[in-house]
């Protein structure tokens, strides 16, 4: 059975730093590129980062400099490295594998990230 489970959310101060992991199992890891999501209290969900099977990273505007994003295929997790958080930082943070080649996507169950004083 296909999973994507993320885990490292909670509650940080701003200017603070959380790591995120997802853990995949069931898919061919090495086949589908990754990407993490937020969706913040009435917000649309929204791309925040991504990352091929070939390693190449792309940020989105908000998190430039501040976020990174990394693989491991090894070990099949996808990272998500948040330094310098802010307030409007705070969603859940959703991890997403698309398949390189065919019309096929998971979704994980989401963690919340809380950046609060």
């Known amino acids: 059975q296909e999973q994507l489970v993320e885990s490292g959310g909670g509650l940080v101060q701003p200017g603070g730093s959380l790591r995120l992991s997802c853990a995949t199992s069931?898919?061919?890891?090495?086949?589908?590129?990754m990407a993490w999501y937020r969706q913040a209290p009435g917000k649309q969900r929204e791309l925040v980062a991504s990352?091929?099977?070939?390693?190449?990273?792309n940020l989105a505007d908000p998190v430039q400099g501040r976020f990174t994003i990394s693989r491991d295929n090894a070990k099949r997790t996808v990272a998500l490295q948040m330094d310098s958080l802010q307030p409007d930082d705070t969603a859940v943070y959703y991890c997403?594998?698309?398949?390189?080649?065919?019309?096929?996507?998971?979704w994980g169950q989401g963690t919340q990230v809380t950046v609060s004083s």
């Open positions: 997403y594998a698309r398949h390189t080649a065919v019309n096929i996507n998971y």
């Open positions: 069931g898919i061919s890891f090495s086949n589908y590129n």
């Open positions: 990352i091929t099977t070939r390693g190449a990273a």
